[in-house]
């Protein structure tokens, strides 16, 4: 039976499947994000490599279908839809919103408080951490997140660079002092604020 339909019902581009790619992206965010508090472990596996096997077959199969049906501007929506998504995902880094940045910003109040509330007695500077997560395990990479704030900002600098003070403040916090052989990268994400990964060797 031949389709009757009005072209623009039958054959038009969507932006449906890039909003779906959006959401898949946001949700896999959202997870990565929370696997630091909860440690998915894996489990990571279920929660977000299922979703992703699930979507790619949903999508093959649409295009599939669109393009034995020979709708070709819905060919072309479902293989331009992962660009465009990915694309709009930059954008925010481009512009320096992380989600560091935005999980910061919205405990950063409560942060700077326990700094204020700090008793400095010897003019020295400044020197807190929070726990931001753990993930990995026995068979994997383990990471530690950690966020520091450094009034001093030499946690910036390369260690032969850092003055004795602050390398014996460090010394008492676990988290900044480099025992237990791990090593990492520092992340300046703003003001006296620092993301700390250090992969536990």
Not at 12 to 34: D, N, Q
Not at 131 to 160: F, R
Not at 179 to 188: A, L, P, S
Request: with cysteine.
């Amino acid at each position: 039976m031949t389709d009757t339909r009005p072209l623009a019902k039958q054959d038009r581009y969507t932006f449906f499947y890039t909003f779906l790619t959006c959401g898949l992206l946001l949700y896999e965010a959202l997870i990565l994000s929370y696997d630091r508090l909860i440690n998915f472990y894996f489990f990571l596996i279920i929660v977000l490599g299922l979703p992703e096997l699930l979507f790619a077959v949903y999508l093959l199969v649409r295009l599939g279908v669109n393009a034995y049906r020979k709708n070709w501007r819905r060919v072309a929506s479902i293989l331009a839809a992962p660009v465009i998504a990915w694309t709009l995902s930059f954008l925010p880094g481009c512009m320096g919103i992380t989600p560091d940045l935005i999980q910061l910003e919205i405990c950063k109040s409560s942060y700077l408080k326990e700094v204020d509330e700090m008793k400095i007695t010897d003019g020295s500077t400044r020197m807190k951490v929070w726990n931001w997560g753990v993930t990995g395990g026995a068979a994997a990479p383990n990471l530690t997140y950690t966020l520091a704030y450094d009034e001093s900002d030499q946690i910036a600098l390369k260690p032969t660079q850092r003055s004795p003070e602050w390398k014996r403040k460090a010394a008492e916090i676990e988290k900044l002092d480099g025992e237990h052989n791990m090593v990492g990268t520092v992340q300046h994400l703003e003001g006296h604020f620092y993301l700390v990964t250090q992969y536990l060797g």
